[in-house]
């Protein structure tokens, strides 16, 4: 009876030294990545040194809960866009999904104020690929324009 309590006992430390080294494995691929995404962003933006630690340890967190499975909300709640995509082209303005600000362009408003590219954009909303970055009229109006100026002509031989 004795000898089976110590190979139970034995057998429960080998169980417990196996998840402990699972778990070391986890916490060192999930610091490589951290690592890795940090480095990233510093090489790619400026940041002061008082932060720095910050930033390792939001990304970290979000590792560690993306790992687990966990819903990660944008600032505690579910990402709701400013209007309707439906709404947000007229004929006059293409209304930000971020914002709602009514702009005739834009990429540039994205770029300047979110970091974010016309492709991340459409992603980040589940738009098409052909969603418009311009209103429909500025862009017969500037197509016009450079119509009128000569643009988009061969050069007369």
């Known amino acids: 009876m004795n000898n089976c309590k110590i190979n139970n ?4 430390t080998l169980t417990m030294s196996q998840e ?3 778990q070391k494995a986890e916490r060192g691929e999930l610091l490589r ?3 890795e995404v940090v480095a990233a962003y510093v090489g790619n933006n400026s940041l002061p040194t008082t932060q720095l630690p910050d930033v390792i ?4 967190g979000t590792l560690t809960r993306v790992n687990s499975g966990s819903v990660i909300p944008i600032n505690g709640h579910a ?3 400013a209007v309707s995509v439906r709404r947000s082209i007229t004929p006059d303005y293409i209304i930000c999904l971020e914002d709602g600000k009514k702009l ?7 770029r300047t104020v979110y970091g974010l590219t016309p492709d991340e954009y459409r992603t980040k909303w589940g738009l098409p690929t052909d969603y418009p970055m311009v209103a429909p009229n500025y862009s017969k109006q500037r197509s016009a ?3 009128k100026i000569g643009l988009g002509r061969s050069a007369a031989a």
């Open 9 to 12: 006992k034995t057998w429960v």
């Open 20 to 22: 402990s080294m699972q």
């Open 33 to 35: 990545m951290t690592a």
């Open 57 to 60: 340890n939001t990304v970290y």
């Open 79 to 81: 990402r709701k866009a």
């Open 104 to 110: 005739k362009m834009l990429k540039r408003h994205l």
């Open 145 to 147: 324009f450079a119509k």
